[in-house]
């Protein structure tokens, strides 16, 4: 009987993995390496789980398993997977061996994952401290992913929903240790859920979220859309995000819930809208910011505003806002 794996143990192997940094880089910085690195894991696994069912099922007719696995969700290359990585966790460059990983992978998805990683860097001096240092964090780390407990495999799994919610956890949790700065790519969710009842989705809808974060209001507006029955939701999801380590994030959120369709786009929204009507993508939108919360060295700064839109053939457009109490 196969042992399933549970979201408890997911959160407490993940959690514990982020001692590695703690008192050494700040929560908004090194949820990058946990989110990415956990990210790898799951497509290793996944990969690993894939291969095992077409070898199986092609009698292992090598050839014919090659051809089923490049047509794939995600392509992992040779040498790119969590375990080779693992097995290099002693090496003097292994901080390097990742980056690398994270370019083959790049290269093989670039349809999906183009851009992806390239906001982090395992080899970075500033960021992970002198090479001794670093070395051994990224092996602790690598050593905490490799936990038996945190089995990623599909088929492992306790349900289809436990790995986007172990991303989840995460990032509520890192945007609780990172304070105020949290709200920049997570909205809290309470939020979401309150939001996603007045948008009240359905079959058919495009959900937009111009400054979509992490992408967690997105997620949770389109899982509110009743899913048919072989379990696909037809939502069409789009959002926009500045910061591009949040970006990335947003991203990998979306593949990790099954959302593979959805268009995330990088940039400024309101200098540079990438979500309009002209490229038939979803509804137009437009927003402007709100009064300055408060003014810093006589610079005035903004609080982050969400404007969240679903617009369907059958029914009006549907708009909600959310922002901070400084700002009404």
Request: hydrophobic share 35%; glycine share 8%.
């Amino acid at each position: 009987m196969v042992e399933m794996t549970k979201q408890k143990d997911i959160n407490d192997v993940v959690w514990r993995a982020c001692d590695t940094f703690r008192g050494t880089i700040d929560p908004s910085q090194y949820k990058d390496y946990i989110l990415v690195l956990l990210f790898v894991k799951y497509l290793s696994d996944l990969t690993k789980e894939k291969r095992a069912e077409y070898e199986q099922r092609y009698a292992g007719d090598t050839e014919r398993v090659q051809r089923a696995m490049d047509r794939e969700r995600f392509v992992v290359p040779a040498g790119a997977d969590f375990d080779s990585l693992y097995a290099a966790r002693s090496e003097l460059d292994i901080g390097q061996s990742i980056n690398r990983a994270l370019e083959r992978l790049e290269d093989a998805n670039k349809a999906k994952l183009e851009g992806v990683f390239r906001n982090v860097d395992f080899n970075s001096e500033a960021a992970l401290g002198e090479t001794r240092d670093r070395n051994a964090k990224l092996k602790h780390l690598l050593e905490d992913f490799a936990d038996k407990r945190l089995d990623l495999r599909p088929g492992h799994l306790e349900s289809r929903d436990v790995l986007g919610d172990v991303y989840e956890f995460l990032i509520h949790n890192f945007a609780s240790d990172a304070g105020k700065k949290g709200g920049e790519f997570y909205t809290p969710a309470e939020v979401s859920r309150v939001l996603a009842r007045i948008l009240d989705p359905q079959p058919g809808d495009r959900v937009c979220d111009p400054c979509c974060g992490s992408g967690s209001l997105l997620i949770r507006t389109g899982d509110s859309v009743p899913a048919s029955g072989n379990g696909v939701r037809d939502v069409a999801l789009y959002g926009q995000e500045l910061n591009g380590a949040t970006w990335a994030l947003a991203k990998m959120n979306m593949y990790l819930h099954g959302f593979d369709q959805a268009r995330i786009e990088r940039g400024d929204t309101i200098r540079s809208p990438k979500l309009v009507r002209a490229t038939s993508s979803c509804a137009s939108t437009s927003s402007s910011p709100t009064r300055p919360s408060r003014s810093t060295n006589g610079v005035p700064t903004w609080p982050r505003v969400t404007v969240t839109v679903a617009s369907g053939a059958a029914r009006p457009r549907r708009v909600a806002v959310t922002t901070p109490s400084s700002a009404t």
